[in-house]
């Protein structure tokens, strides 16, 4: 059994499942707040399944009491949640995290979120502005949510993404901080990434790209 205990948001999501699997897999104790527990398909003596809601200031602090490290893989799910959850969900996490001493965050988000640090190419900046013209709440949320960690104390780590590829095919990947090269990140990909980053400090306090190279 791993000596880190794992609190895990969105586990059921399209990278979500991933991520749930490799943790087990690599026998981390994995802690899952879920709104509909009968989404998780995995029994793991390592697994411990709790019912809520990440908006629910109470869920997050149940969910994170115990553990290690938080990682979020929050999507806006079936059936949607609120347009503003990630900003939501965030605050909740800060707090929680901040009351129980703990630092060290994960979390995915989409490549449409902007940095000091960008130069997106042509390709990212139209992506990025597809989002806003079609998905504007959502969009300006998530990046609410990236300047929210930004101006936090956690040690987190934003990870902008591409196109989820929901597969367990695993192969070699690009990391920039400032553009996205790819057009696709295998989920498998991601979820040995994120349990590269438990152990690393690389990615400390930054949002990197990451791609199928």
Not at 177 to 202: H, P, S, W
Request: net charge neutral; glycine share 6%.
């Amino acid at each position: 059994m791993q000596d880190l205990k794992i609190a895990l948001i969105g586990a059921t999501g399209k990278a979500g499942t991933y991520i749930l699997k490799a943790l087990l897999a690599q026998n981390f104790q994995v802690k899952a707040l879920v709104r509909n527990p009968e989404k998780i398909k995995v029994n793991h003596p390592a697994l411990t399944v709790t019912t809520g809601d990440v908006g629910d200031s109470g869920a997050v602090h149940h969910l994170i009491k115990g553990c290690d490290i938080v990682i979020s893989a929050l999507g806006l799910g079936h059936p949607a949640s609120e347009k503003t959850i990630f900003t939501q969900s965030t605050l909740n996490i800060i707090t929680a995290m901040e009351t129980m001493g703990l630092k060290r965050y994960i979390a995915i988000t989409g490549l449409n979120v902007n940095t000091p640090l960008d130069h997106k190419d042509e390709k990212t900046r139209l992506a990025t502005q597809w989002m806003y013209d079609h998905f504007p709440v959502s969009t300006t949320n998530k990046q609410a949510e990236y300047n929210i960690l930004a101006e936090s104390d956690l040690d987190w780590t934003l990870i902008r993404l591409p196109l989820i590829i929901q597969t367990d095919e695993q192969t070699p990947i690009g990391t920039s901080l400032i553009n996205c090269a790819g057009d696709q990140i295998n989920a498998a990909n991601l979820a040995q990434f994120i349990i590269k980053q438990l152990r690393e400090e690389a990615f400390i306090k930054q949002a990197p790209f990451i791609w199928n190279n």
